[in-house]
């Protein structure tokens, strides 16, 4: 069960993270810890990363914020953070990033089957994936690709 205050804890966290250039990814309470964790997840308003003087920057502000919301009425620790990576790929710069990388790829053939693939990402153009399975490159449709998504590597 969500904390009560969990959503004017959001909503205050995601004004003050508009008000400072970030957006608001998420909030969540840990509230069986002693003290109690607060953790606040941002990221740049463009969309850019996070450093970790983001997070410095931010976390005065959010802590006036709170202190003067009076919401919190017990000590707190508060943890400003970023998302993190995500592990599925979706957009071009994921691509990009993580040439090279142990990919696993479901995708559909034209027969309407699904279809797991694991190898290393080599490229994605427009219309293709190409995928590096022991030093041959395998390319998919695009079209046909359900999800593509980072992986351990296999040994």
Same mark, same amino acid.
Request: proline letters at 5%.
């Given at each position: 069960m969500?904390?009560?205050? /969990? ?13 400072n ?5 998420g ?7 002693? +003290? ?5 997840? =941002? ?8 450093? *970790? %003087?983001?997070?410095?920057?931010f ?7 709170? $202190? ?14 970023? +998302?993190?990576?995500? $592990? ?5 710069? %994921? ?6 990388? +142990? =990919?696993?790829? *479901?995708?559909r053939?034209q027969?309407g ?7 290393? /990402? ?8 190409? =995928?590096?399975?022991?030093?041959? =490159?395998?390319?998919l ?8 998504? *980072?992986?351990? +590597?296999?040994?």
């Open positions: 969500p904390h009560p205050l /969990l959503p004017d804890l959001e909503t205050l966290a995601a004004s003050t993270a508009e008000k250039g970030f957006e608001l990814c909030v969540s309470i840990h509230a069986h810890l002693n +003290p109690m964790t607060l953790q606040v997840q =941002i990221r740049q308003a463009g969309g850019g990363d996070v450093s *970790l %003087d983001d997070c410095a920057s976390s005065g502000p959010m802590g006036e914020a709170l $202190d003067s919301s009076t919401l919190l009425k017990e000590a707190y620790v508060l943890e400003i953070s970023s +998302p993190g990576i995500d $592990d599925h790929l979706s957009s071009e710069r %994921d691509f990009e990033t993580f040439k090279g990388f +142990p =990919i696993e790829v *479901l995708f053939d027969q089957s699904e279809h797991h693939q694991t190898g290393l /990402l080599h490229e994605k153009t427009k219309e293709h994936l190409h =995928i590096n399975i022991k030093g041959r =490159i395998n390319r449709r695009f079209d046909e690709v359900i999800s593509v998504q *980072l992986c351990s +590597p296999s040994t």
